[in-house]
């Protein structure tokens, strides 16, 4: 199994999504969580001027520090084990409460580092963040802390439970950095949004608050999809990133099971149909490596079935293709299944050759 990159289409990507933010006057933050910081895309993206990358795990920001001249966010507060390894690469970090601002000001004290804060704001998500009311209580005692600059606020949408964002929820972001500018005389030099990708079409009509000066993207650029819709966002590629998985068994078998069935070792319930005796595939990945439910075959008369932890069970019986024991199938990954595929060290990664 290996996950292949097609690098050109990824720039692709990048390259629209960069003229969107221009437009809209919004800085991008690349998110590349989602691929594991691969160095491949990191570089693509420093080739492209990217200004900042954010990320969640300390040693994945090691590692961009160490070939990245750029700005790097964390965009999650770090745990406490987290805390020295963030700062030593982190320029700027998401808290959100003063327990995530205390942790880091104490640590950076002991570091002799000076990081910046994005307090996040929960405007309806319900994810992480301080609920509009307690901001100007919060902002004022991290004011108080020695040893952090507290820069901006922020908000995620989007990302959790499906949540559709829109302009109401941006401005509801704009109207408290307001509220407390006004109650505690500290001006925001950032308001950060994300998730971009619920964000982006409403960023290329025009119709971001112009307060909002920075966008948190990772989805878009990389499958080009919303993952709450599974919609593909216009302009861009969403088979950047590939799975290829070997047909290990190839054989005709029943469609029914012989025995009553429950739910698999992953909680999901499979229906089956009886079809009659089917051409079956087992493929040589399963759900420790994909969220293989998060996939779309590329060939035609393809059809998943369901998976195991290692196995992935195929029906192809209505495939042209000859396929054989040792043949390849290619899977589009949601993003799910991308992110899933990318942080596995059991799968290669294979970057494409450019079209000549």
Known sequence: MEVLIDLAKLDHNVAVIQEICRHAGVQAVWVTKGCHSHPAVVDLLASRGAAVLGEVYADNLRRIRDGFAGELLMIQPPSGHQLDAALACADTLLVSSVDNA?????????????????????????????????????VTRILALPGVDLVGLGTSVGCYGGYLAGARDLQRLVQVAATVTAATAHRFRTLSAGSGTMLLELAAAGGMPPEINQLRIGAAFLVGDQPPTGKALPALYQD???????????????????????????????????????????????????DVYALTPRSAGVRILGATSNYTICDVTESRERLRVGSHLVFRMAYSAMARAMASVHTQKTILPAAS
């Open 102 to 138: 205390a942790a880091l000001a104490r640590a950076a004290r002991r570091a002799g580092r000076r990081p910046r804060l994005i307090l996040m704001v929960d405007v309806g998500n319900l994810r992480e963040g301080v609920l509009p009311d307690a901001v100007a209580g919060v």
């Open 240 to 290: 950047a990133f590939l799975l290829r998985g070997e047909i290990l068994e190839l054989a005709r078998k029943p469609s029914l099971p012989q025995a009553p069935t429950g739910t698999d070792a992953f909680g999901r319930t499979v229906t089956f149909v009886d079809l009659g005796e089917r051409k079956r595939a087992l493929l040589d990945f399963g759900m420790t490596d994909v």
